[in-house]
C-alpha cells in the first residue's frame, strides 16, 4: 500500500510523473490533490473521534472487496493489518465480502409511476458467524455499507436507527456514510483511469 | 445529546424525476448554526451554505466535508478545456437517475438543461430512463457513466473508444469518469442521510 502521503489514486492506476495521465489529473488540480486531503481526512483523520482506525480499514476493505476491485480491497486490507487489527477480525472481513457479493444499483422506488422500476433484492444481514467476529457495531456497520454500496435508494430511517442501536452516534455516522460514499467515488476514478490508460 | 432519527414532517414525496426544484429533509440532527465552531463553519467552503440542512449534517465530519466540497468544484466548475459544463452535469444527472437519486437527478437535470440548452433531452433522460436516445455524443456519455455506476463497475476500453469517436479528447473522457464517479459519491449521501420533498409553499 502506498504511504497515506502519496497519492492514492495514482498510485492504483499507476500513474507516473511525466506519464499522458499525469498531465490530465495535472489539469484539475484541485480534485487530485482534495480527493487525497478526503482520503486522509477518512483514514489518517486528525480527530477520529469515535470511529477507529481498525473500523475505517475494516469498512474500507469490506466495501472494496464489494466493488470486485482485489488490488484496491488489498491496499485497504493492508492498512486494517497495519492498524493492529487482530487475525480473526482480518478473516470476519473477507468472510463478510465473500457472504455478500450482489450486483448493483438495485431497490425500490416511492411508490408511483417509477415502481414500474423497482427491482427488489434482500438487504444484507451478516451471517451468524461473521456477526459473531465482527460484534454488533462493525456488523451494523457493515450491512448499512452493502446498501449504500449495492441499493441505496433502499435507505430508510430505520437503517439508521440499526446504525444508533448499534452505537454509532449521528456524528459517527456522518463519517461512515463518507467512508463508504468517498470510496464508490475512488474505486470508479481507478476504474475509469485504468481504462483510459489502456490498463484495466 | 441530540442522536436520534429525525420524524420526516408531512410533505409531499416526488414520484418521478423531475427538473423541478425539491427540498431535501435530513433523518439526522444537522448541527445547529449557533453551535458551529469556526471549523465547522470554514468547512462549508461557501458560507451560504450554512443555510443546507444536508450540508450543516455533513460539518460534523469537517475536513471530510471540505475536502470533498473542493473536489467537487474542480471537477465541475473548473473551467480549463475538457468536457463542457453541461456535458459534465448530463454525467452527474445520468448517475443520478441511474443510482435513483430523485433529488440529485433535479438539480443536475436543471443544470445541464441550463448549460445544453437541451431541455427536451434532459426531460427525455428523466423521463424515459438511462436508454433514451439523445444522439450519440450524449449517448456515449451516458452509457460511460452507466457503466461507470454500476457495482462492480462494467466499464473498460469500449466506453473510452466510444467516447473518442464522439469526439472527446482525454482530459474530457478523464471529466466525465470524474464527474460520474463523483455522482455515486454524492447519490449515496443524499439518498442515505434523508429525503427529497416538494418545496414548501411560499
Given at each position: ?11 492504483l492506476?499507476?500513474?507516473?510523473p ?39 480499514f ?6 472494496c ?31 463478510a ?15 408511483g ?5 423497482d427491482?427488489?433484492?434482500p ?9 459473531g467476529?465482527?460484534?454488533?457495531r ?30 454509532w ?32 | ?32 448554526v449557533e ?9 462549508l467552503?461557501?458560507a451560504?451554505r450554512?443555510?443546507?440542512?444536508y ?5 460534523r ?27 459534465r ?10 443510482n ?14 441550463t ?45 473510452v473508444?466510444r ?15 470524474h ?24
Amino acid at each position: 500500500m502506498p504511504g497515506l502521503d502519496a497519492d492514492v489514486i495514482d498510485a492504483l492506476v499507476g500513474i507516473t510523473p511525466g506519464s499522458p495521465l499525469d498531465a490530465i489529473r495535472a489539469r484539475r488540480p484541485q480534485a487530485r490533490a482534495q480527493a487525497q486531503a478526503t482520503y486522509q481526512a477518512l483514514f489518517a483523520p486528525t480527530e477520529p473521534g469515535n470511529v477507529s482506525a481498525q473500523e475505517r480499514f475494516a469498512v474500507g476493505a469490506f466495501v472494496c472487496g464489494l466493488h470486485g476491485d482485489t488490488a484496491i480491497a488489498a491496499s485497504y486490507a493492508d492498512g486494517l493489518a497495519k492498524s493492529g487489527a487482530s487475525a480473526a477480525l482480518k478473516e470476519a472481513v473477507e468472510a463478510a465480502t465473500a457472504e455478500a457479493r450482489a450486483h448493483g444499483p438495485y431497490g425500490r422506488y416511492p411508490a408511483g409511476p417509477l415502481s414500474r422500476e423497482d427491482d427488489v433484492r434482500p438487504s444484507y444481514r451478516a451471517g451468524a458467524a461473521v456477526h459473531g467476529m465482527l460484534g454488533p457495531r462493525l456488523a451494523a456497520a457493515f450491512e448499512h455499507a452493502h446498501m449504500l454500496v449495492f441499493h441505496p435508494r433502499d435507505a430508510t430511517q430505520a437503517a439508521l436507527q440499526a446504525l444508533l442501536d448499534a452505537g454509532w452516534s449521528t456524528t459517527d455516522i456522518v463519517t461512515l456514510s463518507q467512508i463508504v460514499a468517498f470510496l464508490s467515488f475512488q474505486v470508479r476514478a481507478v476504474a475509469g483511469l485504468r481504462a483510459l490508460a489502456g490498463r484495466p | 445529546m441530540s442522536d436520534t432519527v429525525l420524524k420526516s414532517p408531512e410533505r409531499t414525496a416526488p414520484t418521478v424525476f423531475t427538473r423541478a426544484q425539491l427540498d431535501w429533509l435530513p433523518w439526522l440532527e444537522p448541527l445547529a448554526v449557533e453551535a458551529m465552531t469556526e471549523r465547522h463553519l470554514a468547512s462549508l467552503v461557501d458560507a451560504a451554505r450554512v443555510k443546507s440542512p444536508y450540508f450543516r449534517l455533513l460539518a460534523r465530519d469537517p475536513d471530510a466535508l471540505e475536502a470533498r466540497t473542493h473536489t467537487d468544484k474542480d471537477i465541475f466548475y473548473n473551467p480549463d478545456a475538457g468536457l463542457p459544463r453541461a456535458e459534465r452535469e448530463l454525467a452527474a444527472t445520468a448517475t443520478s437517475r441511474f443510482n435513483g437519486c430523485l433529488y440529485c437527478a433535479s438539480v443536475h437535470a436543471r443544470h445541464a438543461a441550463t448549460y445544453s440548452r437541451r431541455e427536451t433531452d434532459v426531460d427525455r433522460l428523466l423521463d424515459a430512463g438511462v436508454s433514451a436516445d439523445l444522439g450519440e455524443r450524449w449517448n456515449a456519455i451516458v452509457a460511460a457513466s452507466v457503466a461507470l455506476a454500476a457495482t462492480p463497475s462494467a466499464f473498460g476500453p469500449e466506453h473510452v473508444e466510444r467516447l473518442r469517436r464522439a469526439g472527446l479528447d482525454d482530459l474530457a473522457i478523464s471529466d466525465v469518469i470524474h464527474a460520474a464517479a463523483f455522482f455515486n459519491w454524492a447519490n449515496r449521501l443524499m439518498l442515505s442521510l434523508g429525503q427529497p420533498a416538494a418545496t414548501a409553499g411560499p
